[in-house]
């Protein structure tokens, strides 16, 4: 097998993707996507900005620890500030008590941000280079050093914006990335700038890149051939404005077309549940046209396409789907895949017989809950417990004979919900209610109340997340909703999803399978 390539994958989703527009990434999604990222095998974790300002990043690193992660984690910061000494900049110091292993830094390689935006000579922006480099080197093991707006300042000044970048060389940057922060940069222009800095400096570089212009993809693989070893991008291309450099798109290219390994076949095979988690998570519809993993990436629609693909799989496809984890789908004759359920279910019974009616009964079930509007790729708590159950591993233990709720207002116009619910194991009937903040709330109150004298176990179990989308914005307020659920029991964390019309009950299935799916836990151990 080929050893891994020396390139580096550096992901800043969490950092420059949660910058982009409607994207607002709690603590929890932001630990819950690096231990993904991990996973799949991204060589670096750009994990926030650490500041004062900004507790949910600063939280991330003291969390980040508690994790298991192989990535390695990085945190980003600027250079000092003009006019403060080295030793009173306390942004430097907050990197380094992060406890990370890499800083990554920003400083200024365009002559008209040095005199206009942050106002100071461009000796002292050197010197804020030289010294902050020098600083995080002595206590950090590596020092990631991003050139902002390098390709502008480069083709307005070529010799200043050459001197930013050496100081970070010779103050011991142990990778230089230069990066087209207003993403403007056509792609011939970018590989001959590339190419120049490439041969002027020793240090090993790097590229970040916008994708303003349409080409953060392209420049990206093109800094590859020109001899880059570090790329960074974020997930899905979230970012600034029109976004980073999709990392989506870069991995498998490289990987299948350029021969460079970045991460395991395996891997690479979850490449568009990877695409499709960072979605639900971030709460932003994945795009159906998306390179590699969107739905429609390997749809053929047109007959004469059908009938192709049908011959010949190359005559309409530039790569196998299965190969980053997609399937085809033949929308006329709609014979849709489900290979990643196959994966998945291989991953509760590895002996699994495709033709077994059983597992035919099973992939029927998840094919109409799909075709309804469930999605299992981040609810693989719902998932596993229908699968188990059909498989006959696990048998639900209680049964929700119904629930009302009320809503009802104080004299002073709070409202107020009251829920009421009857549960039964065997012959117990548990019949509860609660007050709660909203619906919801008051539902989920009832239901612990009446579970936990069952099942003391579940007290332990928090809901950490409470999503809900939209199916079909077209119906108003008739549409579907889905409701995704995140929990956790202090060691798993398991996702749950219910959809319906009705937004209480599509809430309320996903509740009941995150208690269920903690008994399910226990019960599978024994
Ligand atoms: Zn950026």
Known sequence: MKPMDKLAIYDTTLRDGNQGIGIGLSLSDKLLIAEKLSDFGVQYIEGGWPNPTNEIDQAFYIQIKKRKIKSKIAAFGSTRRPGVSLAEDTFLKLLVETGAPVATIFGKSWDLHVEQVIRCSFSENLDMIAESVAYLKKHMDEVVYDAEHFFDGYKHNPEYAMKTVQAAQDAGADVIVLCDTNGGTL?????????????????????????????????SILAVEEGAVQIQGTI????????????????PSLQLKLGRKLVTEQNLAKLSE???????VANISPNIRAPYVGAAAFSHKAGAHVDGVRKVRESFEHIPPEQVGNSRRFV???????GTIIEKL??????LDKTDPLVKKLLAKIKKMESEGYHFEAAD?????????????????????????????TADGTPISEATIKVREGNVVEHTAADGDGPINALDAALRKALVKLYPSLAKVKLEDYKVRVLDGKEGTGAKVRVLIESSD?????????????????????????????????RLKK
């Open 187 to 219: 792609p011939g222009e970018f590989r001959r700038i590339f190419h120049e800095v490439r041969a002027q400096l020793k240090a090993p570089l790097g590229v970040h890149v916008h994708n303003d212009a349409g080409c953060a993809v392209a420049n």
């Open 236 to 251: 899905n291309g979230i970012g600034e404005r029109c976004g980073n450099a999709d990392l989506v798109t870069i991995i």
């Open 274 to 280: 990877l695409s499709f988690f960072v979605s639900e």
């Open 332 to 338: 006329l004759s709609d014979q849709s895949g489900g």
């Open 346 to 351: 291989k991953g509760i019974k590895p002996d």
């Open 381 to 409: 708590g719902t998932f596993q417990l229908i699968a188990q159950t059909m498989l006959g591993e696990f048998e639900r233990p209680f049964e929700v004979l119904g629930f009302r709720v009320i809503e009802d207002k």
């Open 490 to 522: 202090g060691k798993h964390r398991w996702g749950t999803i219910g959809v319906s019309t009705n937004i209480i009950e599509a809430s309320w299935l996903a509740l009941i399978d995150a208690l269920m799916y903690k008994l399910m836990l226990e």
